[in-house]
């Protein structure tokens, strides 16, 4: 294990359904990311959080509510989401935003599939 | 526009022989480039990182080459095992920013290690 942990690893979904994903880290990091990955595409960034605020929102849907309640766990709510929401969505932590280097730690993943 | 290219974009070689992966990038400017092995099912784990000055680094097998003048580094992997297979990104840093939207991700190359 990386020291940081993802729950569900899978997770198969009706475009109706409200779920959650979960990202817990050990590390004494500050920042916390959410990534979507893609097959064959380059991971998205989707949301940033330092010190328990979202520093950066890349532009996602709103059926993705991102939720940090500190600085070792953050949660993605998921409802009303469309098939090609289906990826991998990757959680990292780092020191902090700050840190030039971005010295990421990658959780495992959740495989999400929308059905 | 910042931009991380990777070939190819898979490779099958034998166990035991050598293989080197490309990448070209056009981010500007430039603060360090890290490659990292994502596993099947896993999360991306740091190889190496090179920044500006270094034109080499080792990590066991596995050897990074990096030419800042030609905006190309490449990953050599000596004597191929199994284990080795992967998907291998390369990722690029962009400096003066602490956005995590300066760092950017290639494609990955699907690397198949055959028996």
């Known amino acids: 294990e990386t020291g940081v942990t993802q729950t569900p690893r899978h997770l198969v979904m009706g475009m109706t359904n409200k779920k959650s994903l979960k990202c817990e880290q050990h590390l004494g990091h500050n920042a916390m990311y959410w990534y979507k990955q893609s097959a064959k595409k380059p991971l998205e960034l989707m949301f940033v959080?330092?010190?328990?605020?979202?520093?950066e929102n890349n532009s996602v849907p709103s059926r993705f509510s991102p939720e940090c309640p500190n600085s070792s766990h953050l949660f993605l709510h998921l409802h009303t989401l469309q098939p090609e929401d289906s990826a991998l969505y990757l959680c990292?932590?780092?020191?902090?935003?700050?840190?030039?280097?971005?010295?990421?730690?990658f959780g495992s993943g959740t495989r999400l599939t929308v059905v | 526009k910042n931009q991380v290219e990777q070939s190819p974009q898979s490779l099958i070689i034998l166990e035991g022989k050598n293989c080197t992966l490309q990448c070209n990038y056009t981010v500007s400017p430039f603060s360090n480039l890290r490659w990292y092995k994502q596993d099947t099912g896993r999360g991306p784990v740091s190889l190496t990182i090179?920044?500006?000055?270094?034109n080499t680094k080792s990590n066991g097998r596995y050897t990074a080459t990096l030419d800042a003048d030609t905006k190309q580094s490449s990953l050599h992997i000596t004597a191929s095992q199994l284990s080795d297979s992967a998907s291998y990104i390369c990722?690029?840093?962009?400096?003066?920013?602490?956005?995590?939207?300066?760092?950017?991700f290639g494609s990955g190359t699907r690397l198949s290690i055959r028996p």
């Open positions: 090179m920044t500006f000055s270094e």
């Open positions: 990292a932590s780092s020191q902090d935003t700050g840190s030039r280097n971005y010295g990421y730690t």
């Open positions: 959080y330092n010190f328990k605020e979202q520093t």
């Open positions: 990722v690029v840093s962009a400096s003066g920013y602490s956005s995590a939207s300066k760092i950017i």
